[in-house]
T-cell receptor, first 114, second 114 residues
Framework: TQTVSQSDAHVTVFEGDSVELRCNYSYGGSIYLSWYIQHHGHGLQFLLK??????VVQGVNGFEAEFSKSDSSFHLRKASVHWSDSAVYFC????????????FGTGTTVSVSP | DPKIIQKPKYLVAVTGSEKILICEQY?????MYWYRQSAKKPLEFMFS???????DNQTASSRFQPQSSKKNHLDLQITALKPDDSATYFC?????????????FGPGTRLLVL
């Protein structure tokens, strides 16, 4: 069974600060990892994805994530946040053995203060 | 222009009734999905379809029935509605049916069952 853990329910940062959102997964085989963002009252927007190659993946709006097989992690980072980055961030995993389902973590709410 | 359309945006239903949630995608994708997001649970995968055929079903209840009349349509019929069905239902699509394909989400239909 695949599981995804996002240990921080809520993160508060100031505009211009850096932020790192943690994601750990539990699965032994080949997996595909993604991050999505959900602004209040809206659907999910794709940020980035990893499935092979360079463990550091660049996404939209200055986001990047780093895959670590040894730590079973896929943490999301941004060097300088903007107020519009306030949203809920979801980490997701999928694996061939699990079909085409995306398994989501519980989400991390990011609040950016001016 | 929105590429994945979900109708209606909001829906109020009474217990025991039946409703159909509409999803249309104009991305030219071959695979479509339904997910559910409620206050009690994280985002949950429900179904996946590829070329109008059911591929994955992780919904225990037969009260939830996807319907695909065209390749770019995947509606969700819910019968005998219960208050626990109250949630936001998201439709998603991807180019193909392989795990590495990115899934893109619609804006959701927010269902309230009284």
């Amino acid at each position: 069974t695949q599981t995804v853990s996002q240990s921080d329910a809520h993160v508060t940062v100031f505009e211009g600060d850096s932020v790192e959102l943690r994601c750990n997964y539990s699965y032994g085989g080949s997996i595909y990892l993604s991050w999505y963002i959900q602004h209040h009252g809206h659907g999910l927007q794709f940020l980035l994805k990893y499935y092979s190659g360079n463990p550091v993946v660049q996404g939209v709006n200055g986001f990047e994530a780093e895959f670590s097989k040894s730590d079973s992690s896929f943490h999301l980072r941004k060097a300088s946040v903007h107020w519009s980055d306030s949203a809920v961030y979801f980490c997701a995993v999928s694996a061939p053995q699990g079909g085409r389902a995306l398994i989501f973590g519980t989400g991390t709410t990011v609040s950016v203060s001016p | 222009d929105p590429k994945i359309i979900q109708k209606p945006k909001y829906l109020v239903a009474v217990t025991g009734s039946e409703k159909i949630l509409i999803c249309e995608q104009y991305l030219g994708h071959n695979a479509m999905y339904w997910y559910r997001q409620s206050a009690k649970k994280p985002l949950e995968f429900m179904f996946s379809y590829s070329y109008q055929k059911l591929m994955d079903n992780q919904t225990a209840s037969s009260r939830f029935q996807p319907q695909s009349s065209k390749k770019n349509h995947l509606d969700l019929q819910i019968t005998a509605l219960k208050p626990d069905d109250s949630a936001t239902y998201f439709c998603a699509s991807s180019p193909g049916q392989v795990n590495q394909d990115t899934q893109y989400f619609g804006p959701g239909t927010r269902l309230l069952v009284l």
